[in-house]
């Protein structure tokens, strides 16, 4: 079975722009989240979907969104990037029932320089 | 305020030797506590403890939960120039949302030289 797939791998913008990262979930799975791990950092939580809502939301600015879709695979979208935008965009998926099996499974993530 | 502290940050051993990597926290809510090692890209998933002294066991990996002390140590015996990576703590729990997130440590590099 495939894991969790993310496009693209890399992406360079210039600031101000805005992006669009993508994130199909292991079969099966109904639950997305997107974390941003900066480097020499652990990845930290932005969002939280599960049948296509939003369930969580971590201390990020309003610049930042996310969308999950009926075939459970979910967006993030950053508006007016910054520098400190750059980071590796990781998506987890998980069953999220009961903890015992609330393993969150990730992608490869998404490389994102802003210039 | 959540928080995962992990040590040491960063850790130069040989191969064969035994690791103990440490990771502490404070968080309300706690439902689980899991380990993760990133080598690349993808964190790939390696334990989850739940529960306080049980040790879980994978090969020449093992790890266990002491809720009382808020601590979780992951042991590598024997290690190989293949266990290079960082090594990442993370906490389930339920901080203001309505299903859990995960709130990572810093990550602990391992470096094995032949």
């Known amino acids: 079975d495939a894991g969790v797939t993310q496009s693209p791998t890399h992406l360079i913008k210039t600031r101000g722009q805005h992006v669009t990262l993508r994130c199909s979930p292991i079969?099966?799975?109904?639950?997305v989240s997107w974390y941003q791990q900066v480097l020499g950092q652990g990845p930290q939580f932005i969002f939280q979907?599960?049948?296509?809502?939003?369930?969580g939301r971590g201390n990020f600015p309003d610049r930042f969104s996310a969308r999950q879709f009926p075939n459970y695979s979910s967006e993030l979208n950053v508006n007016a990037l910054l520098l400190g935008d750059s980071a590796l965009y990781l998506c987890?998926?998980?069953?999220?029932?009961?903890?015992?099996?609330?393993?969150?499974?990730f992608g490869a993530g998404t490389r994102l320089s802003v210039l | 305020e959540d928080k995962v502290v992990q040590s040491p940050l960063s850790l130069v051993v040989h191969e064969g030797d035994t690791v103990t990597l440490n990771c502490s926290y404070e968080?309300?809510?706690?439902?689980?506590l899991l380990w993760y090692k990133q080598e690349k890209k993808a964190p790939t998933f390696l334990f989850m403890l739940?529960?306080?002294?049980i040790e879980k066991k994978s090969g020449r990996l093992s790890s266990i939960l002491d809720k009382k002390e808020l601590f979780s140590i992951l042991n590598i015996t024997a290690t190989q120039t293949g266990d290079s990576a960082v090594y990442l703590c993370?906490?389930?729990?339920?901080?203001?949302?309505?299903?859990?997130?995960?709130?990572f440590g810093q990550g602990t590099i391992l470096t094995v030289h032949p």
């Open positions: 987890a998926s998980s069953l999220l029932q009961a903890v015992a099996k609330n393993i969150q499974y």
């Open positions: 079969s099966g799975h109904k639950s």
């Open positions: 979907y599960y049948e296509k809502e939003e369930r």
């Open positions: 968080v309300t809510n706690f439902r689980s």
């Open positions: 739940t529960s306080s002294g």
């Open positions: 993370a906490v389930d729990w339920l901080g203001g949302t309505s299903y859990g997130k995960l709130t």
